[in-house]
């Protein structure tokens, strides 16, 4: 089978492009550069020892698309291309939009005419906006406090639609928690460009002394320590999910959701000791306000991607410190 990947060259793209040539499907992957480097494309060949088909390209142009649903037989999409920082969907509302959703429809419309109806998207649990209960299961009710959430929820609206009206499509939307870690060879990972947003990376630049300290963002959360709770999971998870989802997709036609999380909560504190403890290492850090936005716990119910799509997390809080830790160290060296 043949898996057209957008965004392959990204984070989480990568990593699943590996898992599937690591399970025998043919992967081609369309990825504009725009966040990720060419390099990878290689990275992942030297990985798995398999050949990828690689289109430089943007996937809000039809013609491209056009260009590789004629050249190769794509079976099955997963879409990952998009923009997603949050505070920068804010500033720019309008390129949020602009490319996460004209790159879902144009994307759409091609599969439509080569009669390709089966697509996995990358959705977040961002789009659960705060929950009211815990642990959070497919069904609550949908919110969203800034533009990238909200492009995810008008793509899952526009797949919900698209189904309605012709139910000879398979779709599978996964609402990722929170994934961080990297492959265990060290040769593939998380790499955001300037100061990190998010809680991982920036723990690994503290790490390798490149940033002075950490700043937590709140200590007096209604949590055991005071620090925000989150769902995280490893990336090398998080891709063996799509391939279960590509699994399922391909057997039946339908549309449904599914978390993509490990079930667990975890604190800030959580996350620094562990990080510490596994990689013998210090992470200076001080309290300060808490982040305009941030929630307090956020974590899944992980039991419909356990019955229906036969998968779960299995990777560890220190396998995901451990490997992020490694692929910043190796990637250090390389330079
Ligand atoms: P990423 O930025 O590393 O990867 C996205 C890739 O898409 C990049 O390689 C980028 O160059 C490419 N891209 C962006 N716009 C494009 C376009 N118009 N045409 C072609 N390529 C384009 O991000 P990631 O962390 O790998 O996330 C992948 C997907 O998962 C995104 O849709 C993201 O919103 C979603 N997601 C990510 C997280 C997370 O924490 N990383 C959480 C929830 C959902
Ligand atoms: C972020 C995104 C969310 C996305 C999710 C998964 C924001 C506002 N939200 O959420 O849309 O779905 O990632 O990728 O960016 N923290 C610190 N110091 C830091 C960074 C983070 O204390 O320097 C804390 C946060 O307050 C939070 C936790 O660490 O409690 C995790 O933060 P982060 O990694 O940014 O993820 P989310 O807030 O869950």
Redesign the pocket.
Known sequence: MKILV??G?????SHTCCELLANNYEVVI???????SIDVVAKIEKITGKKVTFYEG???KKEILSKIFKQEKIDAVIH?????AVGESVEKPLMYYR?NID?TLSLLEVMKEYNCKKIVF???ATVYGNPETLPITEDFPLHTTNPYGTTKLMIEQILADLYKADNNWSIAILR?F??IGAHKSGIIGENPNGIPNNLMPYIVKVATKELKELNIFGNDYNTKDGTGIRDYIHVIDLAQGHIKAIEKITKEKGIDTYNLGTGNGYSVLDLVNTFKMVNHVDIPYKIVERRKGDIAICYASTKKAEKLLNWTAKLTLEDMCRDSYNYAIKNRKDK
Request: glycine content about 14%; charged content about 10%; hydrophobic content about 25%.
């Open positions: 957008t965004g060259v990204g984070y989480i793209g369309i990825d504009n550069l725009s966040n990720s943007d996937v809000c990952f291309a998009g923009y997603k490319n790159s990358s959705s977040s990722y929170n994934p």
